[in-house]
């Protein structure tokens, strides 16, 4: 089992391509964002045509009003596994998702309890008070969680904080149970890692290039069908930007300033994530060139050792 991980917009993307040009492999979703069909500019997810150039899977699993969770994804991931192997092929997931890399690797134990009567409780506290008293709030109580979401991602405090009330138990705890005797693969998890300055170029070249091409025709399509309200609680990068400069409440260069921005919060928590969190085969993703011939590198270990 190979997993293909890293930072937004490190180009894990084009590698994973590439990758599937030189072995027989495919390629699994494990981006949280790029799960949902519905959203395809904002993502960077691959293209149509590219899905097509190799067998990809889950990266239109669920539609907006369908919830992603980590224990779907174990689940689904599994299952999708399972497939791909039986095929004689390599199974190899691709994308930032720190928390759905460890459910598809070790599984989780029980899903975390749901309370309603808490959860309106922590809506209306998060009305009042705002995100970023919550998530100070969470910090003192599940810091591990708390250092992975942004400070203003509503849906996400609320959650970690109304498993902590429901159970007394961190929501970073119910994540790291192992679900047993799962599958007896062997993970071989490579990141692809840069300069952080060259980093915020591409996010900056990317960030302008989705509002170039199309990101807000994208959601006035959404908003069209009746859709804005499942991708507002979602609070996807880009897309809420997108949503604002709809409204009106900003303008064009202050959205790609705050998608910008946002992104490179975001790829530094990945960053955390991976350095802490997995034991990994760190490859130079400077240049398409040189990120292959790192992968291949280890592919080719990997293929020893098998």
């Given amino acids: 089992m190979v997993a293909l991980v890293g930072p937004t917009a490190v180009g894990k993307t084009a590698a994973s391509l590439a990758l599937a040009e030189r072995f027989a492999v495919e390629i699994l979703c494990a981006d949280s964002r790029q799960v949902f069909a519905a959203l395809e500019l ?27 969770s980590a224990g779907w994804y174990a689940r689904s991931c599994e299952a999708t596994r399972l497939q791909v192997h039986g095929r004689g ?34 809506q209306a506290e998060m009305t009042a008070l705002g995100p970023e008293a919550l998530h100070s709030r969470l910090s003192s109580v599940d810091p591990a969680t708390a250092a992975r979401l942004a400070p203003r991602d509503r849906q996400r405090i609320g959650r970690a904080l109304e498993v902590w009330e429901a159970s007394g138990r961190p929501l970073s705890w119910w994540h790291g149970r192992p679900s047993g005797d799962r599958q007896r693969e062997r993970w071989w998890i490579i990141e692809m890692a840069m300069e952080p300055a060259l980093l915020r170029a591409r996010v900056e070249a990317r960030t302008r290039a ?66 802490h969190q997995t034991r990994s085969h760190r490859v130079d993703a400077t240049n398409l060139d040189q990120a292959l011939a790192g992968i291949e590198a280890v592919w080719t270990d990997f293929g020893r050792r098998r």
């Fill in 210 to 275: 989705m509002f170039d091409h199309g990101l807000v025709e994208e959601v006035k399509g959404l908003i069209a069908t009746g859709a804005e309200p499942a991708l507002r609680r979602l609070r996807a990068v880009g897309y809420d930007e997108a949503l604002d400069l709809i409204a009106g409440t900003l303008t064009r260069a202050d959205a790609e300033q705050r998608t910008t921005q946002r992104t490179l919060q975001l790829a530094k928590r990945q960053r955390t994530w991976f350095r």
């Fill in 42 to 68: 904002g993502t960077g997810k691959p293209t149509p045509a590219e899905r097509e150039r190799v067998p990809h899977h889950l990266f239109d699993a669920l539609t907006l009003d369908q919830h992603a």
């Fill in 89 to 122: 092929r390599t199974p190899v997931l691709v994308g930032g998702s720190g928390l759905y890399l460890r459910a598809a690797q070790h599984g989780l134990c029980g899903e975390p309890p749901h309370d309603s009567a808490i959860r309106s409780r922590l």
